[in-house]
């Protein structure tokens, strides 16, 4: 049984993306595998972000998904 975690930079872009899938695959041909990814490099900033504006009843949280989402699509 293996681990892989991946996160931040390595998921930061399309191009890092596909090598991950890559090394993921290898991995599973191998041994049985769990595969933990976090948030895209960046995006955790702004979940905290929005987090505390909806937190504090500050309805720019919803700007801030929405940014989020459209950062996520352009990558």
């Known amino acids: 049984m293996q681990v892989l975690k991946f996160g931040g930079t390595s998921v930061a872009n399309a191009e890092n993306i596909n090598k991950v ?37 500050n309805e720019d949280y919803k700007q801030a998904i929405a940014a989020i989402e459209k950062d996520i699509l352009m990558r």
């Open 21 to 57: 899938a890559s090394i993921v695959k290898s991995a599973v041909s191998k041994d049985k595998t769990i595969v933990v990814v976090s948030a895209l490099g960046g995006v955790t900033d702004m979940l905290l972000q929005a987090a505390n504006n909806a937190a504090k009843g």
